[in-house]
């Protein structure tokens, strides 16, 4: 029998953004199952979550300590063996490392930690206990996005020499302009959330998908960032200028007072060869650029696509994958590394990502910081 993989959750209650994005993916492929967790701090809540969801609730503790202690009493064959952290930031990094230390695998949401130094610490510890550490860049489990990483690998598009991120998102607008709701979003408060708000939450993305779909290392950056008001500690608007480790050099775009747009993240690569564009809110259609060409337009299912693109599709061609099949397709990975099946590295985000994630936050406020000057990211 294919037994299913035992997993807690942190976080991600009613109330929360992220938490159904984790449930349904968990379940995508019959992997795991969710045997219990602590879905919020308070109780009555985090109980009455648990009933209304129809799931058993003799396995969801009052907080995260005592999910550890009585976790421990079980048998380790009942025990949860992975645990999703899907809280806010300022609690990734303390639940993270005593997970690991009680020798449970992680799946921690983005940004890792609230400082790169905390994110070290995280990697030491996965290195010595040689645990799965899976890092959610959601977009990464795409297709569409997948296959654009397989065609640069392939040299589809010849030497990478420019690079385009944008992120762009508008939800911060109604919020920043008042007092009283800027004091009171955690997003802003960087004792919960880290030094950054709109880097930290989606420029993390833009970094992390332009290493994973290029393979290049981002070595350095120089960061305009737009805080709007005096009161306001974290940037919620950045430019940042990246030069990458082949020459290759480029721009990534961030902003939550975009006013009006969604979540317009968009990637182009442009090689010596061709060029390739993608954009999330259209996720099922790349588009390859070549001098002097029409254009071309590559989609899910098609038997053109690499193999892990194809893993990732689920449905013939023609019915559009989304950010669940995405985050579907990172969890279907992590099962993979957790049973000890072959996988492709590219299937899930590790640690490593993690990591850079915040030395590149770091690096992008450092730069700011100093009158916007190129920093080298390590
Ligand atoms: N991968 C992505 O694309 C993506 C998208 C959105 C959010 N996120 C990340 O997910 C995390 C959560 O974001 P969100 O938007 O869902 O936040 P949220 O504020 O909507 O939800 C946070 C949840 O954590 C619970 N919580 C708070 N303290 C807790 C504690 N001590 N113990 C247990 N539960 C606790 C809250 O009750 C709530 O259910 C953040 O780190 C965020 O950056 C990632």
């Not at 009006?260 to 259609?285: C, H, M, R």
Request: net charge negative.
């Amino acid at each position: 029998m294919n037994a299913k993989i035992r997993l807690g959750i942190l976080g991600g209650g009613g109330d929360s953004l992220i938490g159904v994005l984790h449930r349904v993916a968990s379940a995508m492929f019959d992997q795991f199952q969710i045997v219990g967790g602590v879905f919020n701090p308070v109780w009555e809540e985090n109980i009455g979550f648990v009933e209304s969801l129809g799931l058993p609730t003799n396995r969801v503790y009052i907080d995260f300590d005592t999910l550890i202690e009585e976790e421990l009493k079980l048998p380790e064959t009942e025990r949860m063996q992975v645990i999703s952290i899907l809280t806010p930031n300022f609690l990734h990094f303390p639940m993270a490392k005593k997970l690991l230390e009680n020798g449970f695998h992680v799946i921690c949401e983005k940004p890792l930690t609230t400082t790169y130094q905390e994110a070290k610490i995280l990697q030491s510890a996965v290195q010595k206990t040689k645990t799965i550490f899976a890092v959610t860049y959601t977009y990464t489990g795409y297709p569409m996005v997948r296959q654009m990483r397989e065609m640069i690998v392939n040299g589809d598009i010849g030497k990478v020499q420019k690079i385009d991120a944008q992120y762009y998102q508008g939800w911060i607008n109604p919020i920043i302009h008042d007092k009283k709701k800027r004091a009171n979003t955690w997003r802003l408060d960087p004792d919960k959330s880290g030094i950054s708000c709109c880097v930290g939450d989606i420029g993390t993305h833009a970094f992390d998908m332009i290493e994973y779909v290029t393979q290049l290392k981002i070595d350095s950056v120089l960061a305009d960032l737009n805080y709007l008001y005096a009161d306001n500690k974290m940037d919620i608007d950045g430019t940042m200028l990246i030069r990458c480790s082949n020459n290759a050099k480029g721009v990534i775009r961030t902003s939550q007072i975009a006013t009006g747009e969604e979540n317009s993240f968009t990637v182009q690569i442009y090689g010596d060869k061709a060029g390739l564009k993608w954009e999330q809110e259209n996720p099922n259609y790349l588009y390859f650029l070549e001098e002097g060409k029409p254009l071309r337009v590559l989609k899910p299912g098609h038997s053109y696509n690499s193999k892990l693109s194809l893993d990732g599709t689920k449905m013939p061609p023609g019915h559009p994958e989304g950010i669940f099949d995405s985050m579907g397709n990172i969890y279907k990975g992590i099962a993979k590394a957790i049973k000890k099946e072959p996988y492709n590295h590219a299937e899930f985000p590790t640690i490593t990502d993690g990591v850079r994630g915040m030395n590149f936050i770091e690096c992008v406020v450092e730069s700011h910081k100093n009158g916007n000057v190129w920093i080298k990211i390590e």
